[in-house]
């Protein structure tokens, strides 16, 4: 059996790892809370949005509340908050285990993307703005929430 085939049988049949498989759905009274401090990541262009959370220097977090938003506002992290008081979210989901998550099926355009803790109020929220396009790269996104102080 060529390599190629025998790749694909395995993702049929479930045992590929794919990066870009969905997490599972957060429950509407699950969302984020923060520590002290607003992180602000720079805004990128992907094709897919999806990516890896840790909290500190301990590595991949499961359970953080990862959402998005549709967002056509600035990079001002406190007016971010305030959208985000009377914003719906488009949908949010839990890390996997392994601190993965990912949404394969936003359509073009401009997201805001809130992730946290729900249990936690000692660790940071962290706010990115991505722009999602067809021709995006797809690469996982480093998301690291640090400790609050």
């Known amino acids: 059996m060529r390599p190629q085939a025998l790749i694909l049988l395995l993702c049929v049949v479930g045992l590929c790892t794919a990066s870009n498989a969905s997490c599972k759905k957060a429950r509407p009274e699950q969302t984020p809370n923060g520590a002290n401090e607003l992180i602000v990541l720079e805004e990128r262009t992907v094709g897919v949005l999806r990516g890896i959370v840790s909290i ?26 305030e959208f985000i008081k009377s914003a719906k979210r488009s949908i949010a989901c839990l890390t996997s285990k392994n601190g993965r998550f990912a949404f394969p099926q936003l359509k073009p355009g401009r997201y805001l993307l809130r992730a946290g803790t729900v249990t936690s109020m000692g660790i940071n929220e962290v706010y990115a703005i991505f722009k999602v396009t067809q021709a995006g790269t797809t690469h996982d996104i480093e998301i690291n929430l640090p400790l609050g102080t």
Do not use: C, F, W
């Not at 509340?65 to 908050?81: A, F």
């Open 56 to 81: 500190g220097a301990g590595g991949p977090a499961s359970d953080v509340v990862v959402e998005i938003y549709r967002y056509n506002g600035g990079t001002d992290g406190l007016k971010m908050q």
